[in-house]
T-cell receptor, first 114, second 114 residues
């Protein structure tokens, strides 16, 4: 099992540019989460998918952020246009069926917006 | 859970000494409890979990935690730490099977002094 795979590991971009973060969950997991981690706010849930359907996007900061899950093995988080305050580590996590199954995290994408 | 409190942002401890990382939560319903560990530049990984049954839970790397319902606590302990335990530790709470949300503590950085 390769675990949750995120790409890229690091992204440096200029303000105003579009950024796309990618995630491949663990095969067979039907829940997918996008988190953002910063020193100031800790771990924040951005969006939650269940069976490829967005269930809760209340954590998405604003309309500049969007997420898709076109199939069970791929998800993207897009920021357009990016701003310096979006600089953070973005994590994707997946979970198997079963309400108390633990989350499995990817190694994250460190985004720096200059 | 309405909140999860990790009172110590940092815990320095000498190598081979015991350590306890504290976690308290507030909730009026049954909960599932988790400890995750984050090594530098990595995602979070599950250390241990309490779902039901015995209140003393053993995890990976020699860690254990005890669920205390009356005190709403789930403190993490290790009898003898190693330099490789240097990491940030997160306590998380989920309220029941149907609630996908994890409420996260702010994290505790464990600093091992040689």
């Amino acid at each position: 099992d390769a675990g949750v795979i995120q790409s890229p590991r690091h992204e440096v971009t200029e303000m105003g540019q579009e950024v796309t973060l990618r995630c491949k969950p663990i095969s067979g997991h039907n829940s997918l989460f996008w988190y953002r981690q910063t020193m100031m706010r800790g771990l924040e849930l951005l969006i939650y998918f269940n069976n490829n359907v967005p269930i809760d996007d209340s954590g998405m900061p604003e309309d500049r952020f969007s997420a898709k899950m076109p199939n069970a093995s791929f998800s993207t988080l897009k920021i357009q246009p990016s701003e310096p305050r979006d600089s953070a580590v973005y994590f994707c996590a997946s979970r198997a069926t079963g309400g108390n199954s633990p989350l499995h995290f990817g190694n994250g994408t460190r985004l720096t917006v200059t | 859970a309405q909140s999860v409190t990790q009172l110590d942002s940092q815990v320095p401890v000498f190598e081979e000494a015991p350590v306890e990382l504290r976690c308290n939560y507030s909730s009026s319903v049954s909960v599932y409890l988790f400890w995750y560990v984050q090594y530098p530049n990595q995602g979070l990984q599950l250390l241990l979990k309490y779902l039901s049954g015995s209140t003393l839970v053993k995890g990976i790397n020699g860690f254990e935690a005890e669920f205390n319902k009356s005190q709403t606590s789930f403190h993490l302990r290790k009898p003898s730490v190693h330099i490789s335990d240097t990491a940030e530790y997160f306590c998380a709470v989920q309220e029941g099977d149907s609630n996908y949300q994890l409420i996260w503590g702010a994290g505790t950085k464990l600093i091992i002094k040689p």
